[in-house]
Every structure is written in C-alpha cells, then in structure tokens.
C-alpha cells in the first residue's frame, strides 16, 4: 500500500511517464483489478500510477459508497481491501485515523502524531492557523484543506532561520512543507504543510505532494522548490529509520 499511495501522488505529476521507483509491481496489480472491473482500458495497465488510473480508482471508490476526501483517488485500507479481494493481499498499510482536536483546528491523529515529533525536533511549538478537512473554509487555500492531512502554522515570532528551522522539521518527519510569504499569493506569512500519502489528502493537496517529490514548490506556477533540503520520507518511513 505504501508504494501505491505514493505512485498516486508522485505519477500524475510528471512531465514523463516514468514508473515510481520500487511501484510498478504493486501498480499492476490495482489497474489490473481496475480492468477487470471495466474501470480501466487496457492499454493504461502499465505500471504507471498516472490521472487517468486516479480517475479510475476514484471511479470505484464512488461505487463503494465513499464520497468527498473517501472518494479522492488516492487507495486507502477499506477500498484497496475491497478491490484485491481474492486477488492479493494489502500490506504495509497506512491509516490517517480518527479526527480529532488539536491546538483549536480539526486533524487526523496521524497528522497529529506528525506534528507532535516536529516540535520535539524543533524544540518549540507550532501554532496551528488552519487544519484538516474545511472544505471551503479558506478560498485563498484553492481546496488543499478540504481533505485531511493538511496543516498552516503560525511563523509570529519566528526570524528566517526559525522558520526554515521549523519546515526542516516537518520535512523531516514527513510533510510536504515550505514558508509561504505574501508575494506569493493573498496571504500573510505562514507555514503550509501537508502530510505525504496521509490517504485522506485532497485533490489539490495531492498534487502538491507529488510536486514536493519533483523538487517544486507545490503552487500553482509550479516553481523550484525553495525550502531546506532534506531526505523526503513519509511518516512510515520516518518511523522506520
């Protein structure tokens, strides 16, 4: 599930159709399924977790039932049990969890979990401005909060190297994150983070995943990545290390 997840966030992004390294395997198997069930042609099982295989394992999440963040494209443990039933086996399984309250704003405990090793790492707190799963709530946030996963923290207080300080640490625990400042679009300066392969991401907020992944900045223009350098791990993989 792991690599799947994260073939789903990275594929759609690229220029190429380059296969997500250690993926391929466990991409077939699911556009496989996909095919079996008239979701998906044949000629795009392929390995490649690209927007038209997205689209068709969206197509079936929405034939379970699922709707809104549950219906994003994205395998989660429910519907990528449901689809390998009697034809593999789910592991290295990834869960964002219940909701819940933290810091004044809506997460997943996974979310949280991330943000409390962040601050250990940083040795400070982070404020949080803006969660999880407020559709609509922030028009300037173009939809990456209206899943899960999906954090703005407060930078009051903090000098440039207190904020490049914080988003190494929350790069290094798992997010996509960078500083955003006020030149570069309708907001004050703050922190936008996003869990990568928390399953719940939004639409707009998987993208910026992906392009985290291809060394860029996660807006619109799809500049070069200008936050501080680090390994790019998910939270499984932080755990693991």
């Not at 496989?32 to 394992?57: E, H, I, P």
């Not at 949280?112 to 707190?125: D, H, I, Q, Y």
């Not at 703005?152 to 997010?175: C, H, K, W």
Request: hydrophobic share 35%; net charge positive; aromatic share 6%.
């Amino acid at each position: 599930m792991e690599a799947t997840v994260k073939a789903a966030q990275i594929d759609p992004r690229r220029s190429d159709e380059t296969l997500t390294p250690g993926a391929e395997a466990s991409v077939l198997l699911v556009e496989q399924a996909l095919r079996d069930r008239r979701l998906l042609d044949a000629k795009w099982v392929d390995g490649y977790f690209g927007s038209t295989t997205v689209t068709a394992y969206a197509k079936f999440q929405k034939s379970l039932g699922y709707t809104r963040s549950a219906a994003n494209g994205l395998p989660g443990k429910a519907s990528l049990t449901k689809l390998g039933a009697g034809r593999f086996r789910v592991t290295r399984i990834i869960t964002p969890g219940a909701r819940v309250s933290t810091g004044g704003v809506v997460v997943n405990t996974r979310t949280r979990s991330m943000l409390a090793e962040a601050k250990r790492l940083l040795g400070r707190n982070l404020v949080l401005l803006q969660g999880s799963y407020n559709p609509g709530g922030d028009p300037t946030s173009a939809g990456t909060h209206d899943g899960g996963g999906v954090v703005d923290i407060s930078v009051e207080g903090m000098n440039p190297a207190t904020r490049a300080a914080a988003v190494r640490a929350l790069r290094s625990v798992g997010f996509a994150a960078w500083t955003r400042n006020p030149r570069q679009g309708d907001w004050p300066w703050h922190i936008h983070a996003a869990a990568i392969s928390d399953t719940d991401l939004s639409s707009q907020a998987q993208h910026q995943v992906g392009d985290y992944y291809l060394g860029l900045n996660g807006l619109a223009g799809r500049g070069p990545d200008d936050g501080p350098k680090v390994t790019i791990r998910t939270w499984e993989e932080y755990r693991l290390r």
